[in-house]
């Protein structure tokens, strides 16, 4: 086997066909202003018929006239399990960096480390993958942010039904409500991405240039940032809310009916059905209240809430999302990251990363509780990954480089 640099037009041939591939291990991510400093190799690790077998794109970072850091965004384009492929492979790298002046590599490979479900039962445990990179000298680093611990992964390969029945109740009754209100959906244009962040703003700490960035750097046929918007349209929300609220009402009637028959004897059942036939009312009569103003002050579509995807490959991830707050009980994003399966999975798509959680997503009393269990509502798994990793490349060198900076 051997190891050369290829071409930024190999790389993406063999990214496009290997199931391997991650949106960090592309083109079009070594292109991001993040990485404008940095200098850009693609290698490929090709067999005895001269057939790449695994690749990487390396970026390196220079810190002196000596001394560079090269980075391994997302891993490697290679079968983590094959382990004497990822000691050819790791072998290959370190005499090619070296010649590069590097003296370690940073990567953070995102093979599925363990997989739970919505239970915390592990299904999934690849800890050998793990234990052989520690064996290969690989040294763990942590994990640089509180978010990069956890993904929560829809994979289905079955129906789109399939999808929907794996839905918690919650999430099923939060789309077929905003259905009912006629949300609309509707894809965005790199012009509306100041209307997009207006609305994440507060959910992110990434400025608007990151997401202009994204949106133009990815915008190829193989990975393709994408906007999508909910409106609501107050005519047609107003009409709706009406006939919802009109629904609710006979039902509180006929139930107070049934309630008040002296002859009744199941009395304590409903007198369960009546709270909360009126505490749907209420909640009906809420929405109404809302409709009614808000069509008095605005006449057509409003946007309240937006997702942005990219679709790399096989898989759809969802980079970021978010809702205003004062149409928070819509429940807009679930309408809308429902409408993108659906979309995605009619074109083949099979994998949906709904994004990242907190560490903590299990803690109760955290502030990120509610976006775990909004994303873990989607039948997904929690997809955990290893910390980050360190190679050592020229270990004089770094030695020195360690003492110099402690």
């Given at each position: 086997?051997?190891?050369?640099?290829?071409?930024?037009?190999?790389?993406?041939?063999?990214?496009?066909?290997?199931?391997?591939?991650?949106?960090?291990?592309?083109?079009?991510?070594?292109?991001?202003?993040?990485?404008?400093?940095?200098?850009?190799?693609?290698?490929?690790?090709?067999?005895?018929?001269?057939?790449?077998?695994?690749?990487?794109?390396?970026?390196?970072?220079?810190?002196?006239?000596?001394?560079?850091?090269?980075?391994?965004?997302?891993?490697?384009?290679?079968?983590?399990?094959?382990?004497?492929?990822?000691?050819?492979?790791?072998?290959?790298?370190?005499?090619?960096?070296?010649?590069?002046?590097?003296?370690y590599l940073i990567t953070n490979p995102m093979f599925k480390f363990k997989v739970r479900n919505?239970?915390?039962?592990?299904?999934?445990?690849?800890?050998?993958?793990?234990n052989n990179l520690i064996t290969n000298n690989y040294e763990s680093m942590g994990y640089f942010?509180?978010?990069?611990?956890?993904?929560?992964?829809?994979?289905?390969?079955?129906?789109?039904?399939?999808?929907?029945?794996?839905?918690?109740?919650?999430?099923?009754?939060?789309?077929?409500?905003?259905?009912?209100?006629?949300?609309?959906?509707?894809?965005?244009?790199?012009?509306?991405?100041?209307?997009?962040?207006?609305?994440?703003?507060?959910?992110?700490?990434?400025?608007?240039?990151?997401?202009?960035?994204?949106?133009?750097?990815?915008?190829?046929?193989?990975?393709?940032?994408?906007?999508?918007?909910?409106?609501?349209?107050?005519?047609?929300?107003?009409?709706?809310?009406?006939?919802?609220?009109?629904?609710?009402?006979?039902?509180?009637?006929?139930?107070?009916?049934?309630?008040?028959?002296?002859?009744?004897?199941?009395?304590?059942?409903?007198?369960?059905?009546?709270?909360?036939?009126?505490?749907?009312?209420?909640?009906?009569?809420?929405?109404?209240?809302?409709?009614?103003?808000?069509?008095?002050?605005?006449?057509?579509?409003?946007?309240?809430?937006?997702?942005?995807?990219?679709?790399?490959?096989?898989?759809?991830?969802?980079?970021?999302?978010?809702?205003?707050?004062?149409?928070?009980?819509?429940?807009?994003?679930?309408?809308?990251?429902?409408?993108?399966?659906?979309?995605?999975?009619?074109?083949?798509?099979?994998?949906?990363?709904?994004?990242?959680?907190?560490?903590?997503?299990?803690?109760?009393?955290?502030?990120?509780?509610?976006?775990?269990?909004?994303?873990?509502?989607?039948?997904?798994?929690?997809?955990?990954?290893?910390?980050?990793?360190?190679?050592?490349?020229?270990?004089?060198?770094?030695?020195?480089?360690?003492?110099?900076?402690?």
């Amino acid at each position: 086997m051997k190891l050369i640099k290829i071409s930024k037009e190999s790389f993406q041939n063999f990214a496009k066909q290997n199931s391997f591939n991650n949106c960090g291990q592309s083109t079009e991510y070594s292109s991001l202003i993040r990485n404008a400093d940095k200098r850009k190799l693609f290698f490929g690790l090709f067999d005895d018929n001269d057939e790449i077998i695994a690749a990487s794109v390396i970026l390196i970072r220079h810190i002196n006239s000596i001394i560079n850091v090269a980075i391994a965004p997302n891993g490697y384009i290679i079968d983590y399990k094959d382990n004497e492929l990822l000691e050819t492979f790791t072998n290959l790298l370190k005499e090619r960096l070296l010649k590069e002046k590097v003296i370690y590599l940073i990567t953070n490979p995102m093979f599925k480390f363990k997989v739970r479900n919505k239970y915390g039962v592990i299904t999934e445990n690849n800890e050998d993958i793990y234990n052989n990179l520690i064996t290969n000298n690989y040294e763990s680093m942590g994990y640089f942010s509180d978010f990069e611990h956890y993904d929560i992964i829809l994979d289905n390969t079955g129906e789109i039904n399939d999808i929907y029945n794996k839905f918690s109740r919650n999430t099923k009754r939060n789309i077929k409500d905003a259905m009912k209100l006629g949300i609309g959906i509707y894809k965005g244009t790199a012009n509306d991405l100041k209307e997009f962040y207006q609305i994440v703003k507060k959910k992110t700490p990434k400025k608007l240039s990151f997401y202009k960035d994204i949106m133009n750097i990815y915008n190829t046929q193989e990975n393709m940032a994408e906007i999508y918007f909910a409106k609501l349209n107050t005519n047609t929300y107003l009409v709706n809310a009406k006939a919802i609220y009109e629904k609710a009402e006979r039902q509180n009637k006929r139930i107070n009916e049934e309630f008040n028959k002296p002859t009744r004897k199941d009395r304590n059942h409903l007198l369960n059905r009546k709270t909360t036939s009126e505490k749907t009312l209420e909640k009906c009569k809420n929405i109404l209240n809302d409709a009614i103003k808000l069509n008095s002050t605005y006449d057509g579509d409003i946007i309240i809430a937006t997702s942005m995807i990219i679709k790399n490959h096989h898989e759809i991830y969802f980079l970021a999302d978010g809702y205003k707050e004062e149409y928070r009980y819509i429940h807009a994003t679930d309408i809308l990251k429902w409408a993108i399966i659906r979309k995605y999975h009619t074109a083949g798509y099979r994998r949906f990363n709904l994004g990242e959680i907190h560490q903590n997503y299990f803690d109760k009393t955290s502030k990120y509780y509610r976006q775990y269990k909004a994303k873990i509502g989607f039948g997904g798994d929690i997809v955990e990954y290893t910390p980050n990793l360190k190679y050592i490349i020229n270990k004089p060198l770094y030695k020195l480089y360690k003492k110099k900076n402690h």
